[in-house]
């Protein structure tokens, strides 16, 4: 048998880590209680702002004149719907935010934007304005369920097709 040298394990400096300043602080529940804290306080204003997102929404779709969403008008239409989405359950709205969510499905890239079908584009604009407008929240409520439920299919046909 031959003899047999000792192991020897040389680990790589990380630098990575180096990079990045070293080790993350240790998490902070309080910073996360004073965060939630703050927005509790400003939730007297997620109606408003909610509807200043919807106006920015409404706008871009206007802008299209009724033509197809494409160029720079539909690249706007696409930012105003992934606000929504990003949004609406910080704003307490999470049936909007699945609302924007598949409306965004549906106009994610140019060439999907350019076959959208106008009518089901209308549809997530004004679904969206009714449940803002009307204080539709939550999936719970039965016309919000029915009408999500709708919408997301027809985008899951579409984006089939």
């Given amino acids: 048998m031959t003899k047999q040298k000792p192991l020897e394990v040389i680990t790589p400096p990380n630098m990575l880590k180096v990079k990045t300043g070293g ?5 902070d529940e309080r910073a996360v209680a ?3 804290q703050a927005l509790k306080q400003l939730a007297h204003q997620f109606d408003d702002w909610m509807n200043e997102e919807v106006a920015k929404l409404e706008a871009a779709y206007a802008a ?6 494409a160029g720079e008008a539909g690249e706007t239409l696409f930012r105003a719907a ?3 989405k990003g949004l609406g359950s910080t704003y307490e709205f999470p049936l909007v935010t699945r609302l924007a969510a598949s409306f965004c499905r549906l106009i994610e890239t140019e060439g999907l934007r350019k076959n959208a079908d ?3 584009v209308r549809a997530h604009v004004e679904a969206i304005r009714a449940a803002v407008r009307d204080g539709v929240r939550t999936e719970d ?3 919000g369920k029915l009408l999500l439920t709708e919408l997301e299919s027809r985008v899951a046909r579409a984006l089939a097709a």
Avoid: C
């Fill in 82 to 84: 992934h606000d929504i």
């Fill in 34 to 36: 004073r965060a939630e």
């Fill in 141 to 143: 409520h039965p016309v």
């Fill in 23 to 27: 080790q993350l602080p240790k998490f």
């Fill in 64 to 69: 299209l004149a009724g033509g197809p969403v």
């Fill in 118 to 120: 106008a009518s089901l």
